[in-house]
C-alpha cells in the first residue's frame, strides 16, 4: 500500500532525529493533540508543528533545511 491519507483532526509535526557521526534526519510524524506530541518527543527534537497536511509539514521541513543551508 503506497497512499497517505490525511485524518481530520490529525495535525503534522517536523522532528529532527538527532544520530551521532551523521547528519540529522528530518522527519514528518502525525499526532492528534499538542500535548500528544510533546509526551512523545523531546522539545529539542520538534522543528515546527501545527502543520493542517502532511504536505504543508513537507514543505515546512525543505523551507527549514533551506534557512539552516543559508
Do not use: K, W
Not at 481530520?8 to 506530541?37: C, K, M, S
Not at 522543528?47 to 513537507?58: H, K
Amino acid at each position: 500500500m503506497n497512499g497517505l491519507v490525511d485524518f481530520p483532526g490529525l495535525r503534522y509535526a517536523v522532528i529532527e532525529a538527532l544520530r551521532t557521526g551523521v547528519d540529522p534526519e528530518r522527519l514528518v510524524i502525525a499526532y492528534p493533540t499538542e500535548q500528544a506530541l510533546h509526551n512523545v518527543i523531546a522539545a529539542r527534537c520538534i522543528i515546527a508543528f501545527g502543520f493542517s497536511s502532511r504536505e504543508e509539514a513537507e514543505a515546512g521541513a525543505n523551507a527549514c533545511v533551506s534557512a539552516a543551508a543559508a
